[in-house]
């Protein structure tokens, strides 16, 4: 009888360090699924959600995440959109946990979102994440592998030729924010 009990004991024993060692292992493989996952899989998650970003230069935005992409995000304000370059977000409130990832293959990087724009031939404020000259306005002309060209408006003024200011050069690196009206589709 004695031996029952010890060989019960024993086996006890055995299943609760089973048990116990396999809720570690469970533990360390959610830390390191978790230590994987990307910015733009943390804010996918919070599509249609409301947040508050911080960008680069200090600019704060709020709204409703409407496109999150590999390099960028689309953010509804309600009188405008804003795309913003994941790699010029500084801090992001209103994230929840969930992470997801993105369902296509194929990429759409932000190049190809601002040609969108630049065919559209879209009012847009780009803002820039240097210290002087803040922020252009105009209308995307080109767009390249690695930099923008604006055709400048003047401010309140619509986009016809006469209302032209010139051509600007941006290479995209420094490109920390683009405002545009609501209509336009990413």
């Given at each position: 009888?004695r031996?029952?009990?010890?060989?019960?004991?024993?086996?006890?024993?055995?299943?609760?360090?089973?048990?116990?060692?396999?809720?570690?292992?469970?533990?360390?493989?959610?830390?390191?699924?978790?230590?994987?996952?990307?910015?733009n899989?943390?804010?996918r998650?919070?599509?249609e959600?409301?947040?508050?970003?911080?960008?680069?230069?200090?600019a704060?935005?709020?709204?409703?995440v409407?496109?999150?992409?590999?390099?960028?995000?689309?953010l509804?304000?309600?009188?405008?959109?804003?795309?913003?370059?994941?790699?010029?977000?500084?801090?992001?409130?209103?994230l929840?946990g969930g992470?997801?990832?993105?369902?296509s293959?194929?990429?759409y990087?932000?190049?190809?979102?601002?040609?969108?724009?630049?065919?559209?031939?879209?009012?847009?404020?780009?803002?820039?994440?240097?210290?002087?000259q803040?922020?252009?306005?105009?209308?995307?002309?080109?767009?390249?592998?690695?930099?923008?060209?604006?055709?400048?408006?003047?401010?309140?003024v619509?986009?016809?030729?006469e209302?032209?200011?010139?051509?600007?050069?941006i290479?995209?690196v420094?490109v920390?924010?683009?405002?545009?009206?609501?209509?336009?589709?990413?």
């Amino acid at each position: 009888m004695r031996w029952e009990l010890l060989f019960g004991d024993l086996e006890a024993q055995l299943h609760e360090s089973s048990a116990q060692e396999l809720e570690r292992q469970i533990n360390e493989l959610a830390r390191v699924e978790t230590a994987q996952a990307s910015l733009n899989q943390a804010v996918r998650g919070a599509l249609e959600a409301q947040l508050s970003l911080v960008c680069v230069t200090g600019a704060a935005f709020h709204g409703t995440v409407v496109r999150v992409e590999q390099e960028w995000l689309l953010l509804d304000e309600g009188a405008r959109q804003v795309l913003l370059p994941l790699d010029k977000i500084l801090t992001v409130r209103g994230l929840g946990g969930g992470r997801v990832c993105a369902q296509s293959k194929i990429p759409y990087t932000l190049t190809a979102a601002l040609r969108l724009l630049a065919k559209n031939r879209s009012a847009v404020v780009v803002e820039l994440d240097s210290a002087r000259q803040g922020t252009l306005r105009g209308v995307l002309d080109h767009v390249g592998a690695d930099y923008v060209r604006l055709m400048q408006l003047a401010d309140g003024v619509s986009r016809n030729p006469e209302n032209l200011q010139g051509a600007v050069v941006i290479p995209l690196v420094h490109v920390a924010s683009i405002a545009s009206s609501p209509d336009n589709e990413f």
